[in-house]
Antibody, heavy 117, light 110 residues
C-alpha cells in the first residue's frame, strides 16, 4: 500500500524558513516523479512544485519560485520542501503527492504551515 | 483566482442527479485530460475521475465524467448523504508545467 507521510509543519514568523519532509513507503520512490501541493484554510488546491525521479527536472509555481526548493533522497525514501522568505499567503496545508500530469492518485495526510507574527 | 472555473456550490436531495461544471481554456482542458477529486471534510483529496471519464477501482459507477472542448462536467446520480463533500476539477496546463485546479464546488445533500 502506498503511504505518504508529511512532517515539519508549524508556526513560523513572516520572513522565516521551514523544511517539510515526506516519508514514502509501499513503492520504489526512485521510479516516480513527485510533487507538493497546498490548500489555504477554506480555500482550493494549488500545485506548488514537481521533481523528476532523478532530481534533474524541477518545476515551481510562480507564487513560490525563488523562495521554495524541492528535493529528494531516494535512498532515504524521502521528499523535501525547503521554504524561505515565508509570507502570510503561504499559510496552508501542504500535501506530498505522487501522480502524473493532473492525475494524482496518492496523497499524504498533509501538514499545516502557519505564517504569522 | 483559480485557473479553472467551477460553481461554488450545488445542492440536491438524496436520490437525485447533480452535475458540476468546470470551464477552462485551450491551454488546459482544451488540450489535456480532466480529472476530478472528492475531498471530505478534514481529509486529503481523493481521485474520483481520471482521463475525463475513467473511474479508479472502488469508485461507484454513480460518478461519471465528461469533457467537451474547453469544458468538463462531473455527474453524480442516485445522490447519497455521504456524497456531501467538496469537488475539484484539475487539468494539466501546458505553459505552467504543472496542474491547475478549479476553485472547488461544495455539494450539499439536502
Amino acid at each position: 500500500e502506498v503511504q505518504l507521510v508529511e512532517s515539519g509543519g508549524g508556526l513560523v514568523q513572516p520572513g522565516g524558513s521551514l523544511r517539510l519532509s515526506c516519508a514514502a513507503s509501499g513503492f520504489t520512490l526512485s521510479n516516480y516523479n513527485m510533487r507538493w501541493l497546498r490548500q489555504a484554510p477554506g480555500g482550493g488546491l494549488e500545485w506548488v512544485s514537481d521533481i523528476s525521479s532523478n532530481s534533474k527536472n524541477l518545476y515551481y509555481a510562480d507564487s513560490v519560485k525563488g523562495r521554495f526548493t524541492i528535493s529528494r533522497d531516494n535512498a532515504k525514501n524521502s521528499l523535501y520542501l525547503e521554504m524561505n522568505s515565508l509570507r502570510g499567503e503561504d499559510t496552508a496545508v501542504y500535501y506530498c503527492a505522487r501522480g502524473t500530469m493532473a492525475t494524482i492518485p496518492n496523497w499524504g495526510q498533509g501538514t499545516l504551515v502557519t505564517v504569522s507574527s | 483566482q483559480s485557473v479553472l472555473t467551477q460553481p461554488p456550490s450545488v445542492s440536491a436531495t438524496p436520490g437525485q442527479r447533480v452535475t458540476i461544471s468546470c470551464s477552462g481554456s485551450s491551454a488546459n482542458i482544451g488540450s489535456n485530460n480532466v480529472n476530478w477529486y472528492q475531498q471530505l471534510p478534514g481529509t486529503a483529496p481523493k481521485l474520483l475521475i481520471y482521463d475525463n471519464n475513467q473511474r479508479p477501482s472502488g469508485v461507484p459507477d454513480r460518478f461519471s465524467g465528461s469533457k467537451s472542448g474547453t469544458s468538463a462536467s462531473l455527474a453524480i446520480s442516485g445522490l447519497q448523504s455521504e456524497d456531501e463533500a467538496d469537488y475539484y476539477c484539475a487539468a494539466w496546463h501546458d505553459s505552467l508545467n504543472g496542474p491547475v485546479f478549479g476553485g472547488g464546488t461544495k455539494l450539499t445533500v439536502l
